[in-house]
């Protein structure tokens, strides 16, 4: 090895950042890709480059560092990813539905019910 030798830094050196868009005001941000990046200010102008130059038109753009997100793997928690049986406010069953909002179903409903 030469007495000058001085490792390169790789860009795998650097951390990984997430980035997200979105397509429209009020819709979900969706993951774009991945790319690595020293600090967020390159990392913005780097997706930026990547991301918004050549695809849709686009109204935000997030960038965050891959070690700020945690998951959880359903193989890992199961229990996690059970589904609770605990929330009833999502069936509407304790309350009468206005007359003139009913549904052909719900008519039948209630006329079964006696």
């Given at each position: 090895m030469p007495d000058d030798y001085t490792?390169?830094?790789q860009d795998t050196q650097w951390p990984i950042w997430e980035v997200f868009l979105q397509s429209k005001t009020g819709s979900p941000h969706e993951h774009a890709g991945s790319l690595h990046a020293p600090d967020f200010e390159s990392a913005?102008?780097?997706a930026r480059d990547v991301y918004l130059?050549?695809?849709d038109?686009?109204?935000?753009i997030w960038v965050v560092e891959s070690r700020y997100i945690r998951t959880v793997e359903s193989e890992d928690n199961p229990e996690f990813f059970e589904y609770t049986?605990?929330?009833i406010y999502r069936h509407p069953q304790f309350y009468d539905v206005p007359r003139g909002k009913r549904t052909e179903i719900e008519r039948k409903a209630i006329q079964?019910?006696?």
């Open positions: 490792p390169r830094m913005l102008e780097n130059r050549h695809g038109p686009q109204t935000s049986k605990y929330n079964n019910r006696g």
